[in-house]
Nanobody
């Protein structure tokens, strides 16, 4: 089992930045792909970014160049640095962990990000 706890969400103006954190506990952090997903009101949950066990990254086209995912194995934490935020980035952001690139074995409780125009 892996427990995931997100933090860092909040309200920010368009063009601003936020950094989300996800602390993992349980089994070996380094064994897992880690990722971020988001769900806006009335929409399905969508993929945002993922990072492999060795640091390879992959992003949704909608956030490429603005968001950066990283991981700190010493802290068992994954981060999502979000820059140049847009109102359409408003959503609940979920941290996820998985044994493969689908990154959907374990989920956090989510953290709200609201971007005002």
């Amino acid at each position: 089992q892996v427990q995931l706890v997100e933090s860092g969400g909040g309200l920010v103006q368009a063009g601003g930045s936020l950094r989300l954190s996800c602390a993992a506990s349980g089994r070996t952090f380094s064994s897992y792909f880690m990722g971020w997903f988001r769900q806006a009101p009335g929409k399905e949950r969508e993929f945002v970014a993922r990072i492999s066990r060795i640091g390879g990254t992959y992003y949704a086209d909608s956030v490429k160049g603005r968001f950066t995912i990283s991981r700190d194995s010493a802290k068992s934490t994954v981060y999502l640095q979000m820059n140049s935020l847009k109102p359409e980035d408003t959503a609940v952001y979920y941290c996820a962990a998985g044994l493969d690139g689908m990154v959907n074995d374990y989920w956090g409780q989510g953290t709200q990000v609201t971007v005002s125009s």
